[in-house]
């Protein structure tokens, strides 16, 4: 059976979405949004099915095209791109994946967004006692060759409770671990773009086996779970 594509025509209209982004000029191409956006929801489920052939996923979110204006200085009520979350399934799994299409700005991103406070603290207290399996994991060739390096948000010095000297504050004033991988107008139109994305979130699990197991223990190892 053959995959869904990701078409010129999806990516022409969040293009002109952009240059016309009002709602006059919206609702007189409200047909064509709506035929877009079941192109890409269906594009968005076809990745979670050949996600749940290597992990376990608990939904998918499509995000929606309106946009937040309430406390934003930006009053362009749409957004001009196509985007979806996944949620892995169960407490022992932690980390998501997320797909953004938009035109010369898609990529892929995953990892730990925005960990809870809780999460964070204990993230950091395993990178103080050892983070060479961290750090392993991040420097592996064939990991980077897809990932790249870790990003996110940091602070500029250490956390309140940890020594700013500590070899490991590089990882450890971190807020955000996070990895981006970017993908061209031409690849996103590929018919191999979806087996990349998967092949992309499958080269994240060592990272992810990792972060869940430290996120299930306490420092002792012992398991958090029932």
Known sequence: MSQT???KNTL???NQLRKNNNRDWF???KKRFKEQQ?????????VMEKLNTH???ERMKMFRIYRDIRFSKDKTP???NFSASYTRMGAERRG???VHIQPEGSFIATGFWNPEKEDLHRIRKELEVDAIEFRSIMENHDFQKIWGSLEGEELKTAPKGFDKEDPNIDLIRRKQYIFMRKFTDQEVLSPNFLDAINESFMAIRPFFDLMSNILTTDLNGESLLD
């Open 5 to 7: 594509v990701i078409t």
């Open 12 to 14: 022409d209209f969040l």
């Open 27 to 29: 609702e007189d191409n």
């Open 38 to 46: 079941g192109g890409v929801k269906k594009f968005f489920q076809e």
């Open 55 to 57: 992990d376990k996923i």
């Open 78 to 80: 749409y957004k001009f």
């Open 96 to 98: 998501g994946y997320y």
